[in-house]
C-alpha cells in the first residue's frame, strides 16, 4: 500500500471557555513536512564537540608543521652552506691540475738549460695521476646530502599538512549546512583520517627531522676527524652528551610511567602505532 492511499484523520480539540470541545476531520489530507524533529538537539550538542575537537586537532597540526617549516629552514641553510664547501674534494681540483703542469715545464726548462738530451723524455710525456676522491669526502658528502635532501622533503610535508588542516575544517564546517548534513559529513571525513592514518605521518615528521640531524651529526664528526683532530676532540664530547641525553629521555617513559619526557622514537609510542 503506497503512501497516498492512506487517510488522515486528523482531530484538533479547542477548548472555549463553558462551550463544549468542538471537532473536525479531515480526511485525505497528506502529512506536512513540517513536523519537529527530536534529533535537532542532538545533532547540535554533536557538531559543537566535533568543532571543538577538529579545532583543537587541526591547530595542532598547523603548530606542528609551522615549528618544523621554521626549523628546517634554519637547518638546511646551516647543511647546504657545509656541502658548498665539502662539494669540492669529489672533483678534481684544476689548480692541482695547473701545478701538475707547471712543474714539468719547469724541470724541462731546467734540463734544457743544462743541454741535456730530451727525445726519450718528450717521447713519454707525464699526465696526472687519475683523480680518486678521498673515502672519507665520499661518505661525509652523502650524509649530508641524505640529510639535506630529508630536512627539504620535511618542509615539504609540512607544508603539505597546513593545506590539509585547513581543507578538513573548510570541508566539515560549512557555513551554511543543515546540523544532519554537517554531521554526516564530518563523520565520514573524520573516519578518513582514521583510515588513513593521518596522525601517523604527523608523528612521524619530527622523527625525520630528528634522522636527518643525526645523520648531520655523523658526517661532521667524521669530517672533522679528518681535517683536524683538535677541533674533532672539540665537539664529539658535546655530541656524545646530547646523544646520551636523547637516549634517556627516549628510554626514560619505559621504566618511569609518569615521565613528562618523550621523544618521537618513543618505544611505547611506537607499539602503539603497531597495535593500531
Not at 577538529?54 to 652552506?81: C, H, P, Y
Not at 593545506?163 to 578538513?168: I, K, L, V
Amino acid at each position: 500500500m503506497s503512501a497516498n492511499d492512506w487517510t488522515y484523520n486528523i482531530r484538533e480539540v479547542t477548548e472555549t471557555g463553558d462551550q463544549p470541545n468542538s471537532t473536525r476531520t479531515t480526511e485525505n489530507q497528506e502529512p506536512q513536512p513540517g513536523f519537529a524533529d527530536s534529533s535537532g538537539p542532538l545533532f547540535h550538542m554533536y557538531r559543537e564537540m566535533a568543532e571543538e575537537q577538529d579545532n583543537k586537532m587541526t591547530e595542532r597540526w598547523q603548530k606542528d608543521a609551522e615549528g618544523i617549516i621554521i626549523f628546517t629552514g634554519l637547518f638546511s641553510a646551516a647543511v647546504a652552506a657545509l656541502v658548498a664547501v665539502t662539494v669540492g674534494d669529489l672533483k678534481p681540483n684544476s689548480q692541482d691540475t695547473s701545478a701538475f703542469y707547471i712543474e714539468k715545464i719547469y724541470q724541462l726548462q731546467v734540463l734544457a738549460d743544462s743541454n741535456i738530451s730530451l727525445p726519450s723524455i718528450l717521447s713519454n710525456p707525464a699526465q696526472p695521476s687519475p683523480f680518486s676522491p678521498p673515502k672519507y669526502a665520499i661518505l661525509v658528502n652523502s650524509l649530508w646530502f641524505l640529510s639535506l635532501v630529508i630536512s627539504l622533503t620535511c618542509a615539504m610535508m609540512a607544508t603539505l599538512l597546513q593545506q590539509w588542516a585547513r581543507r578538513y575544517l573548510r570541508i566539515t564546517q560549512p557555513s551554511q549546512c543543515s546540523p544532519h548534513r554537517r554531521a554526516r559529513t564530518r563523520a565520514f571525513f573524520a573516519h578518513g583520517v582514521d583510515k588513513f592514518h593521518l596522525s601517523w605521518m604527523v608523528e612521524a615528521l619530527p622523527a625525520l627531522i630528528h634522522l636527518s640531524l643525526f645523520l648531520f651529526f655523523i658526517g661532521l664528526l667524521i669530517y672533522l676527524f679528518n681535517v683536524n683532530y683538535t677541533v674533532f676532540r672539540a665537539v664529539v664530547w658535546w655530541v656524545a652528551v646530547s646523544a646520551a641525553t636523547y637516549l634517556i629521555t627516549t628510554v626514560l617513559p619505559i621504566f618511569r610511567l609518569e615521565s613528562p619526557y618523550y621523544t618521537p622514537l618513543h618505544f611505547s609510542r611506537c607499539c602503539g602505532v603497531w597495535r593500531r
